[in-house]
C-alpha cells in the first residue's frame, strides 16, 4: 500500500495549521515529507512563519500604547527648528 501522499493543494491547507503546531503526528510528518520535495511549498511555510512573527510583534506594539505615545512626544518635543 502506497503511503498517503499529500498533494500541494492538501498542503496549502495545512500550512497554518503546521506552522500553528497543531497537527497530528502523522499529518505533520507528512507535511514535512512534502517539504523536503516540493521547495514552493517550503516558501509558503517560510512565509507563513514571517507572517506569523510579524503579527506577534504588531501585537505586542499594541499592548504598549502608552510606551509609543510617549516616545513619539519625546520625539516631537526634541524637534527643533534652525
Ligand atoms: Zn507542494
Given at each position: 500500500m502506497e503511503s498517503a501522499k499529500l498533494n500541494c493543494d492538501e498542503i496549502r491547507k495545512l500550512i497554518s495549521a503546521y506552522v500553528d503546531h497543531e497537527l497530528s503526528p502523522e499529518k505533520n510528518r507528512a507535511v514535512l515529507l512534502h517539504l523536503k520535495e516540493c521547495p514552493v511549498c517550503h516558501n509558503l511555510v517560510l512565509e507563513e512563519v514571517r507572517i506569523k512573527q510579524a503579527v506577534?510583534?504588531?501585537g505586542q506594539k499594541m499592548k504598549a500604547p502608552e510606551h509609543l505615545k510617549r516616545k513619539l512626544r519625546e520625539e516631537?518635543?526634541?524637534?527643533?527648528i534652525m
Open positions: 506577534q510583534q504588531f516631537l518635543g526634541g524637534v527643533k
